[in-house]
């Protein structure tokens, strides 16, 4: 198995959690890859530190698979450096099996620490017991969105600037909902073109926010509300 770029199961966005695997074993990311994938799981594949940091700028993870002996930064190292910064949940993999290396892992913010080799069952049954432990329901979103002159029903799926109702197209409107959903947080394209049906190439959506950004936008050149993000896509900053 080549060290290729990271592959990502895409597959249809129906809620499966989806798993970021971090190992420079190309044969053990694979095999990892089509176990978990059989268990319900969307996978996103990482060889090193690097590529995890990548993958995390663009994707939200519900659990990363993280092996702790990997060239360059090491897995204790990376997840030290992630827990300043996000909580998403982190199981260890290493085949160092003392107490002092759990408890060390541990230290680190691993919620959990497997030693290789050990029973795909196991670690699956470990993946979602942390799953269930860390299960929030969503923080409520408010009725209405504020941006500017405009505001946006989000139960209705209706946009108003005052009492004029402003007409979008269905893409258009999917699109707003899409980044509503997740409003201050950046939106790949593949994310926004998947939920809002838009067929084409990434350039499509692109067009799209472009029409979307004249109707909503008070100037198309420096947008205030929905806001490009630089090699991943798009976020909606409302007041």
Known sequence: MSNASPRIETGEETGEPHLLVVDDDARLRELLRRYLVDQGFRVTLAAEAREARAQLQIMDFDLILLDVMMPGETGLALTASLREKTRVPILLLTAMAEPHDRING?????????????EPRELVLRIRNILNRVETPPPPRAAEISLGACRLDVARGELRRGSEMIHLTTSEMALLMALARRQGEAVTRETLASEAAIGGSFRTVDVQMTRLRRKLEPGVKFPRYLQSVRGVGYVLKPD
Do not use: Q, S, T
């Open 106 to 118: 541990l230290e680190h913010g691993a919620d959990d620490y497997l030693v290789k080799p050990f």
